[in-house]
Nanobody, 126 residues
Framework: QVQLVESGGGSVQSGGSLRLSCAAS????????MGWFRQAPGKEREGVAL???????KYADSVLGRFTISQDNAKNTLYLQMLSLKPEDTAMYYC????????????????????WGQGTQVTVSS
C-alpha cells in the first residue's frame, strides 16, 4: 500500500511555471507506475504524464515539451515541473500509483491506478 500527498499547486499567470510534488509513504515505492492526472470542472480526468518503475516517461500531446515528470526514489517523491503554463492547464492535479509490480508499463487509463492523492489546484490566468 502507498499513500500519496500532493503539494505545489497555486495560481500563476500565463507563461509562468510551477513544480508539483507528490510524497509517497508506504513500502515498495520504486515498484510502482506513477502518473500525474488532471481534471478541470465539467471534464473527465485525463493523463498528463506517466513514469514507469524503470523511469520510462510518457507525456500527453498537450503538455509535451512544457512539462517534465521525474521521481526521486530515495525520497519517495514524484515531481511534475510545469513550464510555459497556459489557461487551459487550469485543473485539479492528482498523482496516482499503480502497483507494486516487478515491472510496470504505465497506462493512460485512470481506472488502472489503485492509489490516488487528494489533488492540488493549479490555476493559470491569461
Amino acid at each position: 500500500q502507498v499513500q500519496l500527498v500532493e503539494s505545489g499547486g497555486g495560481s500563476v499567470q500565463s507563461g509562468g511555471s510551477l513544480r508539483l510534488s507528490c510524497a509517497a509513504s508506504g513500502s515498495a515505492y520504486s515498484r510502482y507506475c506513477m502518473g500525474w492526472f488532471r481534471q478541470a470542472p465539467g471534464k473527465e480526468r485525463e493523463g498528463v504524464a506517466l513514469i514507469s518503475s524503470r523511469g520510462m516517461t510518457k507525456y500527453a500531446d498537450s503538455v509535451l515539451g512544457r512539462f517534465t515528470i521525474s521521481q526521486d526514489n530515495a525520497k519517495n517523491t514524484l515531481y511534475l515541473q510545469m513550464l510555459s503554463l497556459k489557461p487551459e492547464d487550469t485543473a485539479m492535479y492528482y498523482c496516482a500509483a499503480d502497483g507494486p509490480y516487478d515491472y510496470c508499463s504505465p497506462s493512460w487509463s485512470p481506472a488502472q491506478y489503485t492509489h490516488w492523492g487528494q489533488g492540488t489546484q493549479v490555476t493559470v490566468s491569461s
